[in-house]
């Protein structure tokens, strides 16, 4: 059974940065993709960027130029660099792996709160 383990998450001001990471069990090439998605109170889960197992990567347009997704092979860890945080961001962020807007592994959440 594979296992996404997120962490980094927490509470940070407007216009701050965190770094969310996400531990696989296995190869992370062993996936299709794997993406960041986050869900905020009363919305749906949305996708955030995700990134190929040939290093391609994609994100959704309000993320382009403040989030980065990259990758550790050796560490099997995916990460996601989050500047300029706003309180639209405020969210549970969630690894997946496999395919993009399904993924077939989901990690367990990580809480990210951004005070005005």
């Known amino acids: 059974q594979v296992q996404l383990v997120e962490s980094g998450g927490g509470l940070v001001q407007a216009g701050g940065s965190l770094r969310l990471s996400c531990a696989a069990s296995r190869s992370i090439f062993s996936f299709n993709h794997m993406g960041w998605y986050r869900q905020a109170p009363g919305k749906q889960r949305e996708l955030v960027a995700y990134?190929?197992?040939?290093?391609?990567?994609n994100y959704a347009d309000s993320m382009k130029g403040r989030f980065t997704i990259s990758r550790e092979s050796a560490k099997n860890t995916v990460y996601l660099q989050m500047n300029s945080l706003k309180p639209e961001d405020t969210a549970v962020y969630y690894c997946g792996a496999g395919r993009i807007h399904e993924p077939n592994y989901w990690g367990q959440g990580t809480q990210v709160t951004v005070s005005s």
């Open positions: 990134i190929t197992s040939g290093g391609s990567t």
